[in-house]
């Protein structure tokens, strides 16, 4: 998992608000410290990354030259030997990985809700000092600068996120989705237990007013093609975060999100589309996805991986940006490929359908089907190109 995560950040051949390239070891401790403390503050709030072995245009030059390289045990001094207020310490752990036959170290800063982190008592070398009080952060890819501190504003979130006052209920929503054990039922719907004012309920006035006989294509691949539409709500206390039109396949035994709608434009004035649906990991909407799928139900799980099959699920926006621009490089092969699978298969079976809708369902179908299988190749193209 943390190989997957370094090498898509290298791919990105730049460097972000939770990582930071480094060549070589620092020679310099006080600014070693000054980059800690940085990704320790990241404003995003995330677990960081100091990755060294990496030039800062993301070439991979490893640590083999480097005589100063470091170990678990010199980083677990080095902080603990320093006076942060309050004897908050970041926690951080170093691991070692091989990337293009090359060995980089990773300096893991583990995420906190103890933020903002900072000294107690200056800490100096040479020149860089590292001043009491100073509240050092990163955005983007830029790092407080050694010798100022963090405007107030980005202070006020840090410390925000120390009195809880962050993450916002949208985020705290997101988490506790992924949760599913911690969450419990009523006579009105879901509650999460440790958190009852978050809630997830069916908008009953909403479902009423969806077609119940109208299926999706992807209702076609299932045991059996019965389907329904409902209208789900994510909420705090009487406030809607989140709401989303539901579907509940295979006469009841998957229910899920409906996901949503992508175009691909496969001509050069945009009147003709490759339409898939996917979803993007992290979002509202995935992690509700993630929550309504009933994983110790045998016949759930079943249904789950035949609508996953036609789904295209992406790790980020700039994940879907690159895959569809890949797509649209190869498109004349993707649809002669389709065509081909389209003539292969039919929905013959089907016979409430009309000859138009199984021509189309069954086109949608294959259409899926290809892009869960091109994003595997795409990805692993990637990863060819950065990992050996």
């Known amino acids: ?40 503050n990241n404003i995003d709030n995330k677990e960081a990354y100091l990755i060294y072995g990496i ?49 980089i170290d990773i300096l893991i800063i583990k995420k906190s809700n103890r ?13 860089s000092r590292v001043s009491t009080g100073n509240i050092y952060t990163r955005i983007e890819d830029k790092n407080t600068p050694i010798n100022e501190t963090a405007d107030p504003l980005r202070t006020e979130e840090l410390w925000k996120i120390r009195l809880g006052l962050l993450p916002t209920p949208n985020d705290r929503l997101k988490s506790y989705l992924l949760q599913k054990k911690l969450w419990s039922e009523n006579r009105l719907g ?26 999706p294509f992807y209702a076609y691949i299932q045991m059996n093609s019965s389907s329904s539409y ?58 509700l996805h993630i929550f309504m799928f009933d994983v110790a139900y045998e016949e759930a799980v079943i249904a789950h991986r035949k609508f996953m099959d036609l789904v295209v699920v992406f790790e ?35 016979n409430e359908l009309t000859e138009g809708e199984k021509k189309k369902y069954n086109t949608d179908i294959e259409t899926g089907n290809l892009l869960v299988k091109e994003l595997e190749e795409f990805r692993q193209n990637r990863r060819d190109n950065i990992v050996v």
Not at 57 to 67: A, C, H, I, P, R
Not at 320 to 340: A, C, P, T, W
């Open 1 to 40: 998992m943390l190989r997957e995560r370094i090498t898509e950040l290298i791919g990105e051949k730049r460097e972000g608000s939770y990582w930071d390239f480094k060549q070589e070891y620092h020679t310099n401790k006080a600014k070693l410290l000054h980059d800690i403390l940085c990704l320790a």
């Open 115 to 127: 933020v903002p982190f900072y000294l107690e008592e200056d800490f100096k070398i040479g020149k």
């Open 316 to 350: 980020n926006k700039n994940e879907k940006v690159e895959f569809e621009n890949y797509i649209r490089g190869k498109m004349s092969r993707i649809l002669l490929k389709r065509e081909k699978l389209t003539k292969e298969n039919s929905l013959s079976h089907y």
């Open 190 to 215: 879901s509650f999460f237990i440790e958190a009852p004012e978050f809630t997830v309920v069916e908008n009953e006035e909403e479902t009423q007013k969806y077609d119940r006989y109208s299926a």
């Open 230 to 287: 409902y209208s789900y709500e994510c909420k705090y206390l009487e406030t809607v975060l989140f709401e989303r039109q539901t579907v509940s396949l295979d006469s009841g035994r998957y229910h899920t999100p409906v996901p949503k709608m992508g175009f691909i434009g496969i001509d050069t004035y945009g009147q003709d589309n490759l339409c898939y649906r996917y979803f993007i990991k992290g979002t509202m909407l995935y992690n």
């Open 55 to 103: 030039a800062d245009n993301g070439d991979v030059v490893g640590l083999s030259e480097d005589k100063n390289r470091k170990n678990q045990e010199f980083f677990i001094s080095f902080l603990q030997g320093k006076k942060f207020a309050g004897n908050n310490t970041p926690h951080v752990v170093l691991k070692t990985i091989s990337v293009k036959e090359q060995e």
